[in-house]
């Protein structure tokens, strides 16, 4: 796909890590691109724009009137992505919702590279039902069973990749969320391709849908980058199994481990001298220790 005008691609996410995970899976592509924080910029000047609207530590309300606002402020031809969560935390459905009232919505909420998949509209983690599976121990209220009780109020209406456009298009004519099952990664790329007939479609789903319209983007060619001699600092937010894993990958190729524990935030001096003495050695990889309290997440961030 050639970009036709600037900028083509509007992904908007409710976190800094959504957008930079989705920022990231451009990076191959041959077209220009930019992150905002907190709101759209000027972004005529590059081919995909990302934007973290701050949505996931709102209300409600306030994350549908930040996502209404930001749709305002695209052109009419700009693809949009609304980046969610890949466990559906987040204000989705309110999301969804001022969403569904500027365009056609495409729902695909699926991450198979890492076992999310969404199953006859239940969404699933390594084949255990999300709701089932514990892992929204740290939220405040219970995982939805299925993608309709996500929704509550919005209406929805399933449908198979393999339908074709004529069954996405009554769909979305009938005005409800089209939500798609999510399996693979060819599914997505399947979504993407039917989706392309929807005029002003929006659509919405986890960074693996955000990476299927990446790849209708040309490929960038170019030599591989030079090895940095500089030091990273890699800061791990999440609690996720996965992470820690990764976490573990970096130590033993020689990054430093500086684990802060939650009681210490408050003493952002002392936690900011320990971060700095270490990078003065390489690379490091900053992660917390302790019991996080969910409702005080946006301050600990």
């Known amino acids: 796909m050639t970009i036709p005008q600037r900028p083509a691609i509007a992904i908007l996410a409710d976190d800094l890590s959504g957008a930079a995970e989705s920022a990231a899976l451009f990076l191959d592509r ?65 999301e969804v919702e001022s969403l569904l009232a500027t365009g056609p919505v495409v729902f695909a909420a699926g991450l198979p590279a890492l076992g999310r998949t969404v199953e006859n509209g239940v969404p699933h983690i390594d084949g255990v039902p999300l709701h089932l599976s514990g892992r929204w121990a740290m939220e405040p209220t219970e995982a939805p069973s299925s993608i309709t009780e996500l929704f509550g109020r ?62 209708t983007l040309d490929p960038r060619y170019r ?3 030079a090895v940095t001699q500089d030091s990273v600092l890699v800061v791990v937010g999440t609690a996720e199994s996965v992470a820690m894993q990764q976490v573990s990958e970096l130590v033993d190729a020689g990054a430093t481990h500086v684990a802060v ?19 003065s050695d390489g690379t490091v990889v900053l992660s917390l220790a302790g019991p996080v309290d969910a409702s005080r997440s946006a301050d600990i961030s």
């Open 261 to 279: 524990h939650v009681d210490e935030l408050p003493q952002t001096h002392a936690c900011a001298d320990r971060v700095r003495s270490a990078l």
């Open 223 to 225: 030599d591989a980058a």
């Open 154 to 215: 919005v209406p929805t209406v399933a449908v198979a990749a393999d339908d074709g456009p004529e069954a996405l298009r009554a769909a979305v004519d009938s005005g409800a969320v089209a939500v798609f099952d999510v399996r693979s990664d060819a599914d997505l790329d399947a979504i993407v391709a039917v989706s392309a007939n929807i005029p002003a479609v929006r659509l919405v789903g986890t960074s693996a849908l955000a990476a299927a319209v990446a790849r």
């Open 30 to 94: 041959d077209v220009s691109l930019r992150i905002d924080i907190g709101s759209i910029d000027d972004g005529t000047d590059t081919d995909v724009c990302v934007v973290d609207l701050g949505t996931r530590v709102m209300s409600p309300d306030e994350a549908a009137a930040r996502v209404r606002e930001s749709i305002a402020l695209l052109p009419s031809h700009v693809t949009v992505v609304k980046k969610i969560d890949s466990m559906l935390r987040g204000h989705i459905a309110a």
